[in-house]
């Protein structure tokens, strides 16, 4: 039953160090380097903005500022709204004003020290309730409803109320933002850009320069590391290295320091949100009434459908008959905040996790008693008029609560709080539900382009980018199945602007399940050819009887001499079309805007982690000890890369809750600017024990195979830590009020368990 799967197909160039990444590429002649001249303050009028030093040190090009943009200086998906340069107004600390093109990075990052800007500074708005008094928002607020919350209140028997403070996070991609941009012949440019949206980049800069789209060739080999924040703002660095290039004529690199990259990039949304929870004597909720504020920066990024998502995964993986879920994305002076993993469903599933920790708390009961009760089954809504179709979620719960012992681990920590006082164990559950399928539905496309050689081999481009998440493994696989030929014959290609056009980013997790399917619709059209050929061959008409495996043709069941390297050749002589390009869309798919309702998710993933922690209620300081999860992967394209997922995810998730500390200061300075204060999870960090156990043999007909997608799911498994900590310091003070704040840093629980002592203190 152990299978073994094949290990990423790029592994043996990250160990050799010969992995491509953009700025490993051969130096082309005559490169400049970029680097960035960015605000000083968080808000302000630009008075005056001075290049002459810049441009006077040894080795300086060029200077370029908005005026030097041909045609449009703005970029963003949804809303256009993001200066390229900022030219009137700047509204963030580090938003860029000019680029600095030199013969060195090192001269041109002096360069940038050189300029000087005259600005009058302006209104400071760092938090949302703040904005949203001041009517600084951002799209328009929105609400789903199901039910009639109202009514439903006078039917609780118990109803709390309560709010939340919940951090951003930093990606912390290994590499840092970067772009090379080439110009070509004519009017033309290749940009090579560490970006998950191939596309965006493409048309940003054609927009820019004033340029149709096919001048504009994007080249993206792999990412080292996105989560997110690659899928928008990748663009901007990418549209600087190629204006530089564009106006020098002069190949352009630019890449952001670490500094510079955690000063000047959007992160995840901190949220602000408050609550109200309905439920019966029993614990059965009858009604939830939730307000998310979003910080959403200063411009709208991909703000607006992250907030969406929030809307979506309000109920997590519960069902709540009567809802009403308000949500707006607020306007303030930090980086515009922006896609990472999650996407705006962890912010909003700590909120109801909230909710339902102070229910139990109240109540009385443990919070896996009223998470068990409301789970979501097959067949009950969620607050946006889908159906919840699998019966994943309860599986995994019952298998998590049996495989892992629930009642045993329970009784352990009893003990062990009952017999210790200064250190204190918690645990939690933690069921999660996330949808599956961008939220904007015309996203939920994707093409594929498969070539067969005349020896054999297979060259497969898709539209998704390889991040790390084990996309090209995962697409080789596929291919290499679907042709019934070895894995060897598969090569991925780098995603390529001219090869595939039009790409949604690689994001949403949907990345294989798109590109997969219109890998496997393309690979389907050669094999219909080649199919007639070996029939030809083989002297049979009834072609339905033919396949290929282990690279022979198989007739009726059984192997023919002919092999896949002969049919290959053959097709070629008998002049046999061996590629093919092919396009697929989720088929089902619709939400409407107006009314709030529809199927926006081709299907969700589900599972649920045990999280155990141990306290030191001296220090604050804890130890993750275990995490004990059932997941469902459907059935898995590669085992070993979804494990990695489910860890990584997982990884991100703890850290986020606990240790990750995002701050900005009043002035909407990132106080957090470096890594020896912005602590993000370590091997040692890490819980002792990881135990990942997937459902088996759910299968799933969108999506390759029957796999499902896993990138960002298991990151909410992480949420579980906060509530499991909070468990064991209430074990040591029953009575404290712990607010839900997040991270729960060490310093936070230090705090907390001792503000009593600390008000009679001050
Ligand atoms: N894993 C690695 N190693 N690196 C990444 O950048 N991004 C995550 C997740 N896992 C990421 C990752 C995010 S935010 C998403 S949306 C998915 O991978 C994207 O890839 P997929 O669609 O192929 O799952
Ligand atoms: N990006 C996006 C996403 O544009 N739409 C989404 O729904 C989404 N979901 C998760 C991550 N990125
Ligand atoms: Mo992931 S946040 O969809 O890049």
Redesign the pocket.
């Known amino acids: 039953m152990k299978r073994i799967d094949a290990k990423r197909i790029d592994a043996i160039y990250h160990v050799r160090g010969e992995a491509e990444y953009v700025d490993d590429l051969p130096l082309p002649a005559e490169m400049l380097y970029a680097a960035v001249f960015a605000s000083p303050v968080a808000h302000g009028k630009i008075l005056s903005l001075e290049i002459q030093d810049a441009l006077a040190l040894e080795g300086i090009v060029a200077v370029f500022t908005a005026d030097d943009i041909p045609e449009s200086n703005q970029w963003g998906t949804i809303i256009t709204d993001c200066p390229i340069l900022a030219k009137d107004e700047v509204q963030y600390i580090g938003q860029p004003i000019a680029v600095v093109v030199g013969q060195t990075k090192a001269i041109a990052q002096k360069a940038t020290k050189l300029i000087r800007l005259g600005v009058e500074k302006l209104l400071i708005i760092v938090e949302p309730r703040e904005a949203f008094s001041q009517g600084q928002i951002i799209g328009t607020p929105r609400t789903f409803v199901l039910g009639d919350v109202d009514r439903a209140w006078s039917q609780c028997d118990l109803i709390v109320e309560g709010s939340c403070e919940i951090g951003g996070q930093e990606?912390l991609?290994l590499e840092t933002q970067r772009s090379r941009a080439i110009p070509l012949e004519g009017n033309n440019l290749r940009v090579y850009s560490a970006t998950?949206n191939p596309t965006l980049t493409q048309k940003t800069i054609a927009q820019m320069l004033g340029l149709p789209c096919h001048a504009v060739e994007v080249d993206v080999k792999r990412?080292g590391?996105?989560?997110?924040?690659?899928?928008e703002q990748a663009t901007h660095w990418a549209a600087l290295a190629a204006l530089a290039a564009w106006q020098t004529r002069k190949p352009v690199e630019l890449v952001l320091s670490r500094s510079d990259d955690l000063m000047m990039t959007g992160k995840r949304h901190p949220y602000s949100s408050d609550f109200k929870i309905g439920v019966t004597r029993e614990g059965k909720i009858l009604a939830y009434e939730v307000k998310h504020y979003q910080n959403a920066g200063a411009y709208a990024d991909l703000s607006t459908a992250v907030l969406e998502r929030s809307l979506f995964h309000s109920t997590n993986a519960y069902f709540i008959p009567n809802a009403r879920i308000f949500a707006v994305s607020c306007r303030t002076n930090l980086p515009p905040s922006t896609?990472?993993?999650?996407?705006g469903g962890p912010q909003a599933m700590f909120v109801i996790e909230s909710a339902i920790a102070k229910v139990a708390e109240t109540l009385g009961m443990t919070r896996e008693e009223i998470q068990r009760k409301n789970l979501l089954q097959p067949g009950e809504l969620f607050p946006y008029g889908q159906e919840m179709q699998t019966n994943s979620l309860g599986r995994t719960w019952l298998e998590a609560e049996e495989t892992y012992n629930l009642a045993a681990i329970g009784d352990r920590i009893n003990h062990y709080n009952a017999n210790h006082f200064e250190t204190k164990k918690g645990y939690a559950v933690m069921p999660i539900c996330f949808g599956i399928s961008f939220t904007a539905t015309f996203l939920n496309q994707a093409s594929a382009l498969v070539h067969v050689y005349t020896d054999g081999s297979v060259s497969v481009t898709t539209g998704?980018v390889e991040?790390?998440?084990?996309?090209n493994t995962?697409i080789a696989a596929i291919a290499a199945k679907a042709l019934g030929i070895g894995l060897q014959r598969i090569k991925i290609e780098s995603t390529n602007t001219t090869r595939i056009a039009n790409m949604s980013a690689?994001?949403?997790?949907?990345?294989?399940?798109l590109n997969g399917n219109a890998t496997l619709l393309a690979i389907a059209q050669i094999l219909e050819r080649l199919k007639v050929l070996a029939g030809k061959e083989l002297g049979v008409s009834d072609l339905e009887n033919i396949e290929i495996a282990n690279e022979k043709v198989v007739y009726g069941g059984k192997e023919t001499d002919l092999t896949w390297e002969h049919l290959a050749k053959a097709a070629n002589l008998a002049r046999v079309n061996l590629s093919a390009h092919a396009f697929y869309a989720t088929p089902g798919l619709g939400f409407d805007r107006e009314l709030e309702h529809g199927h926006p998710f081709a299907y969700h993933v589900c599972g649920t982690a045990i999280v155990e922690v141990t306290l030191d209620c001296l220090r604050g300081i804890y130890e993750i000890d275990a995490v004990k999860i059932v997941h469902d992967l459907g059935r898995s394209v590669n085992e070993l890369v979804d494990i990695?997922?489910v860890e990584?995810?997982l990884a991100q998730g703890l850290g986020w809750m606990t240790i990750e500390d995002l701050q900005f200061n009043e002035k909407g300075e990132l106080v957090s600017n470096n890594l020896a204060n912005y602590k993000i999870p370590d091997i040692y960090f890490m819980p002792d024990i990881i135990d990942i156990k997937f459902l088996e043999n759910d299968g799933n007909s969108l999506a390759p195979y029957g796999s499902k997608?896993?990138?960002?799911p298991p990151?909410m498994y992480g949420i579980g830590v906060f509530f499991a900590i909070r468990q064991a310091m209430k074990a040591f003070q029953p009575k404290m009020e712990c607010a839900f704040i997040s991270p729960l840093t060490p310093e936070r629980v230090l705090c907390e368990l001792y503000s009593d002592e600390l008000h009679e203190m001050a």
């Open positions: 990606h991609y998950q990412l590391g996105g989560f997110g924040g690659k899928e896609a990472m993993r999650g996407f998704g991040m790390g998440q084990g996309l995962k690689s994001a949403a997790s949907v990345t294989t399940d990695g997922q990584g995810g997608a896993v990138g960002e990151f």
